[in-house]
């Protein structure tokens, strides 16, 4: 009897400049698929990270109006480490992002300010296979980064938009889904593990309240053992991986 074949994933596109991280929390990033994107900044890529909350409603012991300010503090920190300058905050409510044309508009506006040809965000279904349940922000702003890749390109969807002088793009060529249960394609991750581990590090605050572990000892044991799962679909080699659509 034979081995079941596992089907390999392929390697991301590679033949872009500049890409816009769309996500809901501080954290969400340095969870899914910052070893990636630090790889891609030093390829000299421009990545630019927007944000639908500040995380305001993450830490029980701590009042939203403390809590956003340190969350935004950490996030900043956490993008510097792997060569992410730009982080934009939209002020969404943690917890009650609601997916509509609001939340549409505001990230097909910032597609039109960055100009990205690849748009990355995170798992936008209901679950993270199986039985593990999503986040309803999670999902509201996955779906309507999806949707908004479009919406950016189509002056007539947001003409208010284009009288604030957010003229249409169309270039996105691919919006790229982290955490996703059915991945597509890979990028290698030994370039950036390191600094994806002191990347979500950075976010310590959190972490504390998440786990009883040595902060570190938690955070490396649970993106080295995604990343070493994921690479065997991509030839053995510590990977991040993505569900990508094409447009």
């Not at 009650?96 to 939340?103: D, F, K, T």
């Amino acid at each position: 009897m034979t081995e079941p074949t596992i089907t390999q994933l392929e390697p991301m596109p590679g033949d872009w400049t500049r890409a816009l991280a769309v996500v809901a929390h501080p954290d969400d990033l340095e969870y899914g698929c910052s070893a990636a994107i630090a790889g891609w900044t030093d390829e000299g890529r421009e990545v630019t990270y927007l944000l639908a909350t500040r995380g305001e409603a993450g830490i029980d012991t701590m009042p939203p109006a403390e809590c956003a300010p340190l969350r935004e503090r950490e996030q900043r920190a956490s993008a510097a480490v792997v060569g992410v300058s730009e982080v934009e905050f939209l002020d969404h409510r943690d917890g009650v992002i609601e997916y509509g044309v609001p939340l549409r508009r505001d990230i097909a506006a910032a597609i039109r300010r960055y100009r990205p040809e690849l748009v990355i965000t995170l798992n936008h279904r209901d679950t993270w296979g199986g039985v593990a349940w999503n986040t309803p922000d999670h999902v509201a702003v996955g779906r309507a980064t999806l949707d908004a890749a479009s919406d950016a390109g189509n002056r007539w969807i947001f003409p208010e938009l284009t009288e604030r002088g957010l003229e249409p793009w169309d270039g996105v060529r691919w919006v790229a889904v982290a955490g996703s249960a059915s991945p597509t394609h890979a990028v290698d991750a030994t370039p950036g593990l390191e600094r994806a581990v002191r990347s979500l590090l950075e976010h310590r605050t959190y972490i504390e309240v998440l786990t009883e572990e040595d902060p570190e000892t938690y955070v490396r044991g649970f993106l080295t053992g995604f990343a070493r799962s994921a690479g065997e679909r991509f030839g053995g080699k510590p990977a991040v991986t993505f569900e990508v659509f094409g447009r």
